[in-house]
């Protein structure tokens, strides 16, 4: 594998369900991000971890949980979503947190589709 | 406040033609660094390109090229004798260098398609 890979690719949740979004990349990056990606929205940044640290969670709900165990994967955690929560899940990597001269590489993407 | 403004929501062309991208950006960061995604029915941003703001010299790659002018804040993304695998979305983004430099600010996006 290279790059960024995410799965699963399609996810069908009910809004009781408990589901999981990963993410995995092999560009030897120290920070990931997650962004969710409605339609007619711009991208909306989630959240940053960098090392393994959380850096940045841009006033998601809790509905959502992230956790990041090395610097190669990154999760999202789903429980009890709600309709709205429908959307393009993606993951990206950067060389570091700052990113300043390192461009992110984005992942294929999740669609979420909550019912 | 960071802002990226791409005004043209969908562009349709045929095959052969060139085709410019808009893309006008706000920042008050004295340092940035600007990109261009493309995003294909498959989903997955690739990266095209980043420009960096105290570099103004303009880039072509291949049937790509990229006009970044300071002066009136827009970086331009042209593509010359467009193909059918073409079509995409395509996102103009901004990261600064001030608290928040890993956080990319990205306009709303300019559905490309192009037609046999």
């Known amino acids: 594998e290279t790059g960024v890979t995410q799965t699963p690719r399609h996810l069908v949740m009910g809004m009781t369900n408990k589901k999981s979004l990963k993410c995995e990349q092999h560009?030897?990056?120290?920070?990931m991000y997650w962004y969710k990606q409605s339609a007619k929205k711009p991208l909306e940044l989630m959240f940053v971890?960098?090392?393994?640290?959380?850096?940045e969670n841009n006033s998601v709900p809790s509905r959502f949980s992230p956790e990041c165990p090395n610097s190669s994967h990154l999760f999202l955690h789903l429980h009890t979503l709600q309709p709205e929560d429908s959307a393009l899940y993606l993951c990206?990597?950067?060389?570091?947190?700052?990113?300043?001269?390192?461009?992110?590489?984005f992942g294929p993407g999740t669609r979420l589709t909550v019912t | 406040a960071q802002k990226v403004t791409q005004a043209q929501t969908e562009i349709s062309v045929v095959e052969k033609e060139d085709v410019t991208l808009d893309c006008v950006y706000e920042?008050?960061?004295?340092?940035?660094?600007l990109f261009w995604y493309k995003q294909p029915p498959s989903g997955e941003l690739v990266f095209l390109i980043r420009r960096n703001s105290f570099d103004e010299q303009n880039e072509i790659s291949g049937r790509y090229s990229w006009n970044f002018q300071k002066s009136t804040s827009s970086f331009n993304f042209t593509i010359t004798a467009s193909q059918v695998v073409d079509s995409a979305v395509y996102f103009c983004a901004l990261k600064g260098s001030g608290g928040s430099n890993y956080k990319l600010t990205f306009g709303k996006g300019t559905l490309l398609t192009v037609n046999p």
């Open positions: 971890y960098s090392l393994e640290e959380r850096v």
């Open positions: 560009l030897g990056h120290n920070a």
């Open positions: 920042t008050r960061d004295t340092t940035y660094y």
């Open positions: 990206a990597s950067s060389q570091d947190r700052s990113g300043a001269i390192h461009e992110q590489y």
